[in-house]
């Protein structure tokens, strides 16, 4: 009984440890991590491969998005401002002027504030 009673207290020992002062996975691999449905869970690398990976980007300012998307190529950022509207950033070198697109309208500043000083 007292071996029984000493296993219980290590492993609650280990739990409180894992629980309250974190996982230390000693230079270790964390392995079999799902993706993250939580804003505070962790993330596996598929997930985070996935969410930088280039793909399609939007060949209108009215294609099919949803609000918050991010997508880009080697001359822009596009960002999907409201649902099938984007807003596309020209990449240009530092120090170079800052030009968003959305449609026929160029954006001088955002809620009131200019993007360009």
């Known amino acids: 009984m007292k071996r029984l009673i000493v296993i219980f ?9 894992v629980v309250y002062a974190g996982l230390d996975a000693k230079d270790g691999k964390v392995i079999n991590v ?7 869970d962790a993330a596996n690398k598929d997930y985070v491969d996935a969410f930088l990976a280039p793909t399609s980007t939007p060949a209108s300012t009215h294609a099919t998005g949803t609000i918050g998307s991010v997508v880009y190529d080697n001359q822009y950022i596009y960002i ?3 649902t099938d509207s984007w807003l596309r950033i020209e ?11 959305t449609g026929d309208v160029i954006l001088n500043e955002i809620g009131g504030k200019s993007i360009l000083e």
């Not at 207290?9 to 440890?17: Q, R």
């Not at 799902?34 to 505070?40: D, I, K, L, N, R």
């Open 34 to 40: 799902a993706a993250p449905t939580e804003g505070t």
């Open 80 to 82: 999907c401002i409201a």
């Open 9 to 17: 207290l290590i492993i609650a020992t280990i739990l409180i440890t």
């Open 91 to 101: 990449l240009n070198a530092w120090g170079d002027s800052l030009l968003l697109e």
